[in-house]
């Protein structure tokens, strides 16, 4: 990671508007000085959402996803294609974080705007 983070913050400091995900921090943990147990690598990356829930409308649905680009234990529902149903359930459901294979097997596009678009292609 060391590697391309010098290009990385060159980049999000020329393109402010980025979707790419801020990096806070990247920390190696040790739990036991004294331990054998390989120590624990974690990043700590700024959420990239910036949307007031209070400003969808009644009929819109508003689904939040975390993708990573893995397909190792990154699914939530058991049936990604029951997206579509759960619009009944709405209210149960908007609050969960959905994955990459739930994204995959259901949506597989971004809905975005034409000048969320046109930012993307500029960068």
């Known amino acids: 990671i060391k590697d391309f983070l010098p290009d990385y913050y060159c980049y999000l400091l020329m393109n402010p508007n980025s979707y790419l995900i801020p990096i806070l921090g990247v920390y190696k943990l040790k739990l036991n000085k004294n331990s054998d147990a390989a120590p624990i690598s974690f990043m700590l990356i700024r959420d990239v959402l910036d949307i007031c829930r209070n400003e969808i409308g009644p009929y819109d649905r508003m689904y939040t996803f975390n993708l990573k680009g893995s397909i190792y234990d990154r699914q939530v529902l058991s ?45």
Do not use: H
């Open 79 to 123: 049936n990604p294609a029951d997206i579509f149903e759960i619009d009944a359930d709405y209210e149960e459901y908007k609050d969960i974080v959905f994955k990459d294979i739930d994204f995959i097997k259901s949506f597989n596009k971004l809905d975005i705007t034409n000048s969320q678009g046109e930012t993307i292609l500029s960068q």
